[in-house]
């Protein structure tokens, strides 16, 4: 699977972006799909995953309430919508997709096969 991460750029405090990920070569449907991002200095933090085939939609603490996760299998896309956005949302951002994750390994990020190469976002005044 490659995946190609879109959508980042400078926005307010208060402000919203919609990140996108678009795959090739596998259908995501078929993978568990997630978000992460990682800060300077910061390990990669886990945002939010769908399970494989229809499955339910997870959501990190930090980011529930303000971030939504979507899913285009025509396109076989998958987004994040940002709102709310803070200070500390300033990450570079990666989407990424694995086969063979059982539901309790979703959050880790070592259990993904797959990395989009991540799109910054800077959220600045």
């Known amino acids: 699977v490659q995946l190609q991460a879109s959508g980042g750029g400078l926005v307010q405090p208060g402000g919203s972006l919609r990140l996108s990920c678009a795959a090739s070569?596998?259908?995501?449907?078929?993978?568990?799909m997630g978000w992460f991002r990682q800060a300077p200095g910061k390990e990669r933090e886990y945002l939010s995953s769908?399970?494989?085939?229809?499955?339910?939609?997870s959501y990190a603490d930090s980011v529930k309430g303000r971030f939504t996760f979507s899913r285009d299998t025509a396109k076989n896309t998958v987004y994040l919508q940002m709102d709310s956005l803070k200070a500390e949302d300033t990450a570079v951002y990666y989407c990424?997709?694995?086969?063979?994750?059982?539901?309790?390994?979703?959050?880790?990020?070592?259990?993904?096969?797959?990395w989009g190469q991540g799109t910054l976002v800077t959220v600045s005044s």
């Open positions: 070569g596998r259908a995501i449907n078929n993978h568990v």
């Open positions: 990424a997709a694995g086969r063979g994750i059982i539901w309790s390994a979703q959050r880790d990020a070592g259990a993904y096969d797959y």
């Open positions: 769908i399970f494989r085939n229809g499955g339910s939609i």
